[in-house]
């Protein structure tokens, strides 16, 4: 078995982009963002 560790990861943000006649919509941006480290799991009192 193989040893392997995603090191980036790819994100989707929207961002308003204004065309040529003024008008504003929104597009989807994707980058590459360096993976974080698995959430810590919190445990809540019942």
């Known amino acids: 078995m193989r040893d392997s560790q ?23 941006r994707w980058t590459d963002e360096p993976s974080r480290q698995a959430p810590v799991q919190a445990s809540h009192a019942a």
């Open 6 to 28: 995603m090191t980036e990861r790819l994100t989707m943000h929207w961002q308003p982009v204004v065309d040529e006649r003024g008008r504003t919509h929104m597009e989807a």
